[in-house]
């Protein structure tokens, strides 16, 4: 469990931005009377799609959001506050007013057109084969205003107040005043947790549940297709236990019953600690990092550092898997093209096993996955306590620019929050 007043006193004694540290949740309940009362309407969109919602059927509302015309750095995020709603296309998706986002490292990389050959094939609408505008934005916590007629789950209603993912393949993201997302990208949000808190669990949470569980089958079978969890008693080795994806794998694991060590920079072991692993080390330290070898060989080395594939081949301790967020990927496919690209893909795949499969370990990439399962895993970790966020700095959506600089300036310590 946390210690927030802990954490609160080890950040600000280290000199980082806090502006909201980790707090130990009182169980406020947020939704407003109004909310729970909204009255629920049908109607149609211009799209034809069948809705329920409180808004006007044809809307004449005109909303904020930062945009990108093109591929750039910081200075191409334009700010519009005439832009029109973003529809309801599918019966399966839901309309959300969004209340606070994040900004993420792939939010960074997107801007400067990271993965667009890929991307904009799957980004890109039949009849649609622009890519810009573009409204970056991967999670938020927000309201449910409108969904369609196909979204069954009793558990959204209209006027809940949920949490939810853009998937990467949408153009319109959540840094706006509304995103339309599928409903399996959305859940109420945990009355545990402030907007701000909500807002920067999943996307970074969902990465961590899907290393571990998906690509890194912590959990066998059942941990990778339900809510299980799993793990107890192996011993996974988190690399950058102090950013967004690292705090959340490490109270996650902690949450199994896993052994954790982590690394991250010395002005940040002790907060790391504060999270629970049970043994940090300052990745500086040569002489603390020869130590990690006294506790190989790990079920999972995971790399929340951004250190890549051909990392694992010159670590000095044995490993099972490597599972690696910073791939190449994306960024093969945006150099060579799709073909030649995944042949790429394939042969950087192969080069690094073959080094880390003389020492026997494996070395996987591995992704955000927007499972509703992993969710709902999430969500249940919340409530139990178990998953706090922790906020790096916080920004009024006016000056989302600066969180973009917060965030290239690199050393977080957690997330980057955007309130709308
Ligand atoms: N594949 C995917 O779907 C996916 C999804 C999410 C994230 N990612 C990637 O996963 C990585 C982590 O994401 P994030 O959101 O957690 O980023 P983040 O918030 O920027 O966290 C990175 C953390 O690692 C620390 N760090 C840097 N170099 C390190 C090293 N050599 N050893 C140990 N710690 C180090 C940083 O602090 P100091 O520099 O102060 O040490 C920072 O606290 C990023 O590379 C991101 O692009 C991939």
Redesign the pocket.
């Known amino acids: 469990m946390l210690e927030i007043s802990t954490q609160k006193d080890v950040m600000q004694a280290a000199g980082v931005i806090v502006l909201r540290p980790v707090r130990r949740c009182a169980l406020l309940p947020r939704l407003s009377q109004a909310n729970r009362q909204l009255s629920v309407s049908t109607g149609a969109t211009t799209t034809d799609v069948p809705v329920v919602t409180p808004l006007p059927a044809k809307s004449s509302l005109k909303m904020r959001a930062w945009q990108l015309h093109c591929y750039g750095d910081i200075d191409e995020l334009q700010f519009t506050d005439k832009l029109k709603l973003p529809q309801i296309r599918n019966s399966h998706e839901c309309l959300v007013r969004v209340r606070a986002t994040t900004v993420?490292?792939?939010d960074l990389?997107m801007l400067r057109g990271y993965g667009s050959t890929l991307l904009s094939m799957l980004r890109c609408r039949p009849g649609e084969d622009i890519e810009f505008p573009m409204t970056l934005g991967r999670e938020f916590c927000g309201e449910l205003v409108q969904k369609g007629m196909g979204v069954d789950n009793a558990e959204l209603q209209l006027g809940t107040r949920v949490w939810g993912v853009v998937p990467v393949s949408q153009t319109s993201g959540a840094h706006a005043d509304f995103v339309v997302v599928p409903a399996s990208c959305l859940a109420p949000a945990p009355v545990e947790l402030d907007d701000s808190e909500a807002a920067s669990v999943l996307?970074?949470g969902l990465?961590a549940w899907s290393g571990l569980y998906l690509t890194g089958g912590l959990g066998g079978v059942c941990g990778a297709t339900t809510t299980s969890g799993g793990g107890a008693n192996k011993r996974v080795l988190v690399?950058?236990?102090?950013?967004?994806?690292?705090t959340l794998a490490i109270q996650i694991l902690k949450s199994q019953g896993v052994q954790v060590l982590a690394?991250?920079?010395e002005d940040?072991v002790e907060m790391v600690r504060c999270l629970g692993a049970d043994h940090v080390v300052d990745?500086y330290n040569p002489v603390a990092m020869e130590e990690l070898c006294n506790y190989a060989p790990y079920d999972i080395v995971l790399d929340?550092?951004?250190?890549g594939g051909q990392h694992a081949g010159d670590l000095k301790y044995d490993f099972r898997q490597y599972i690696t967020?910073?791939?190449p990927l994306l960024a093969n496919i945006d150099k060579q093209g799709l073909g030649l690209g995944a042949l790429k893909n394939v042969s950087d795949l192969l080069q690094t096993n073959v080094k880390a499969a003389q020492r026997g370990g494996l070395v996987k990439w591995?992704?955000?996955y927007p499972a509703a399962h992993g969710i709902k895993f999430l969500q249940r970790l919340v409530e139990r306590r178990k998953l706090m966020p922790l906020i790096d700095s916080t920004f009024e959506f006016g000056a989302l620019p600066k969180a973009y600089e917060r965030?290239k300036g690199?050393?977080?310590?957690g997330k980057t929050v955007v309130k709308l």
């Open positions: 993420n490292p792939i990389a996307y970074a990465t690399l950058g236990g102090s950013g967004g994806v690292g690394t991250c920079s940040a990745y929340c550092a951004g250190q967020f910073s791939s591995g992704y955000f965030l690199g050393h977080l310590r």
